[in-house]
């Protein structure tokens, strides 16, 4: 079992950047899958993208490639995610996941734990 703790929103300008943390307050999470979704303002989620254990492998929406990336540190138990250029639709809660599988999944119901989320406002 793992619990997850994200940090990192804010309000934030269009065209900033920002990293939200996705911390493992308890367990180890170099053993686990991670995974970043986003629940928008209309109340959709939306999967990011994943990266491995080893955090050597990483699968995102097509939509989220070019300004989205994920990075693990495994001595700080924690799994990244980077947004450049911000902008409005960005807008949402990020929350990061974990399954506990070496499957780079893309639906939610394969996480079997959350982090409680952070928001991210862009102001345009």
């Known amino acids: 079992q793992v619990l997850l703790v994200n940090s990192g929103g804010g309000l934030v300008r269009t065209g900033a950047s920002v990293k939200l943390a996705c911390v493992a307050s308890?367990?180890?999470?170099?053993?686990?899958?991670v995974g970043w979704f986003r629940q928008t303002p209309r109340n959709e989620r939306e999967w990011i993208g994943c990266i491995s254990r080893s955090g050597g492998t990483t699968r995102y929406a097509k939509s989220m490639e070019d300004r989205f990336s994920m990075s693990r540190d495994i001595a700080q138990n924690s799994v990244y995610l980077q947004i450049n250029n911000l902008e409005p639709d960005d807008t949402a809660v990020y929350s990061c996941?974990?399954?506990?599988?070496?499957?780079?999944?893309?639906?939610?119901?394969?996480?079997?734990?959350w982090g409680q989320g952070t928001q991210v406002t862009v102001a345009s």
């Open positions: 996941a974990a399954q506990n599988s070496a499957g780079l999944s893309d639906q939610a119901a394969e996480y079997e734990f």
């Open positions: 308890a367990g180890t999470l170099w053993h686990y899958t």
